[in-house]
């Protein structure tokens, strides 16, 4: 069992930076892909990216590379999502998940056993 906890959402000016925290319980978060989703009001929850179990490789939503970074210490059973030059169409509720995620299905929900609560993120304009 995995329990996940984000941390690190907020209100931001569009441009501006936020890093998400996702914290895991468990000694077994090095094991895991670790992905980041969101959802906005009256949409679908999409992949922001994801993480491989070894921090050796990620994926990343199209709208999202180049502005956004995911990282992980497994040291401190943490996962990150460094949000940069954000924009309105950012804001959205974020959520961390873990499971077995390959560049196949990572971007689908049933690729991740565990899911946190979710952070808001909003971004003013």
């Known amino acids: 069992q995995v329990q996940l906890v984000e941390s690190g959402g907020g209100l931001v000016q569009a441009g501006g930076s936020l890093r998400l925290s996702c914290l895991a319980s468990g000694r077994v978060f090095s094991t895991y892909d670790m992905g980041w989703f969101r959802q906005a009001p009256g949409k679908e929850r999409e992949v922001v990216g994801r993480?491989?179990?070894?921090?050796?490789?990620?994926y990343y939503l199209e709208s999202a590379k180049g502005r956004f970074t995911i990282s992980r210490d497994n040291a401190k059973n943490t996962a990150y999502l460094q949000m940069n030059s954000l924009k309105p169409e950012d804001t959205a509720v974020y959520y961390c998940a873990a499971g077995r995620a390959t560049m196949y299905d990572y971007r689908d929900y049933g690729a991740y056993d565990y899911w946190g609560q979710g952070t808001q993120v909003t971004v003013s304009s």
């Open positions: 993480i491989s179990w070894s921090g050796g490789s990620t």
